[in-house]
């Protein structure tokens, strides 16, 4: 039987840090798929195509190549692109393009089509109810805006990115509204998801009571 992990939270929730971990520790395959929407955002910028411009933006999510590597970066069109899809101005224009209903639609078949069949971890925020509902194991990741946005600003400068800590949890605040009301895909809570408050939590606390979780099934 395969192990499927769906891990679903808002940004900077921990989502990422822990299912990388997870994925070593329990020799998944790891999948990003906020890294997927992106791409598309990214791919949209370099073609200059405006916002409103929906039509441009579902042929360009048709159309481009995303793939991961071993080392977990991020390929659109056979170029790594890992660093260049965090940038403000990616930030910035990804939540609104992850709105577009036919968007979606491409990038969540994809994502089935690169877990079918494997023991996979993957993070987004339609995880657990639309991706992957049937999923062995579904967790929510959550932490108070502010220590969100302090960790956003933290791995920010590590990639070297100049964002000052008020214009990240601005960015934050406005996509977690926007990424918790679409049309279709809205992060959401659900019985069947465990939940888990990182606020107060270092990465080996959540990393231990997930497995717990795991263990205990
Ligand atoms: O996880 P992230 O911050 O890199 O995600 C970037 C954006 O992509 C986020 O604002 C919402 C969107 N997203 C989504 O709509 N569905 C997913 N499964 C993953 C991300």
Known sequence: MSIVIAIDGPAGSGKGTVANILSEKLGLVYID???????VALASLRENCALEDQEKIIEIA??????????????LDGEDVSGLIRTKEVSQIVSPISSIVAVREIL?????????????????????????????????LDADVDERAKRRFLQNQESGIEMSLEEIKENIMKRDYNDMHKEVGSLM???????????????DEVVEKMLEVIKEK
């Open 108 to 140: 969540v078949k994809k994502q089935q089509d690169i877990a079918h069949g494997k023991n996979v971890i993957m993070e987004g925020r339609d995880i657990t109810t639309v991706v992957l509902p049937d999923a062995n194991y579904k967790f929510y």
């Open 33 to 39: 798929t906020g890294a997927m929407y992106r791409c």
């Open 189 to 203: 809570r659900t019985d069947d998801q465990v939940y888990i408050d990182t606020t107060h939590l270092t990465i």
């Open 62 to 75: 048709n159309r481009i190549q995303i793939e991961f590597d071993e080392e977990r970066r991020t390929f």
